[in-house]
């Protein structure tokens, strides 16, 4: 499922355990750009453990990362001392079992719902994250 700010509730959709959700921000459009890291939003731990809670374990997103933008979360940490709102929503994986994928593009090609989605990682030996060719497979 495809989904968006306010997207659940103006559509009429619903979230069923073991779906895989994919979070469409529009900033694939900066991709390769040398600010991507800076611009955009991004999932916070409460968002994702909500995602989780509902039994959504694999979920998108087409932004540079799955957490909120970089010099946000520097700042954030800096300012109050914990380290922990570094990486918040990574973080959320140490409490609750979950897989993300970051920087994925066209998600606007695609619609709420009604395909299935393939990911194709690379195996690295002792890594906790990968490369990976994520597909959209239409229904």
């Not at 895989?20 to 900066?30: M, S």
Request: aromatic share 10%; net charge positive.
């Amino acid at each position: 499922m495809l989904i968006g700010a306010g997207f659940l509730k103006e559509n009429n959709l619903q979230l069923r355990p073991g779906m895989i959700v994919l979070i469409k921000t529009g900033r694939d459009k900066y991709n390769g750009m040398k600010n991507f890291h800076k611009v955009g939003t991004g999932m916070s731990a409460e968002a994702t453990e909500w995602l989780i809670d509902q039994g959504i374990k694999v979920m998108g997103i087409d932004q540079w990362g799955w957490d909120l933008p970089l010099p946000y979360m520097a700042k954030k940490a800096k300012e109050s001392g914990n380290s922990e709102l570094f990486w918040e929503a990574h973080l959320v994986g140490k409490k609750k079992e979950y897989c993300h994928m970051e920087q994925l593009v066209n998600l606007d090609a695609l619609p709420y719902t009604g395909f299935k989605v393939a990911v194709f990682p690379l195996k690295i030996v002792g890594a906790s994250a990968a490369p990976a060719r994520v597909v959209a497979l239409m229904d």
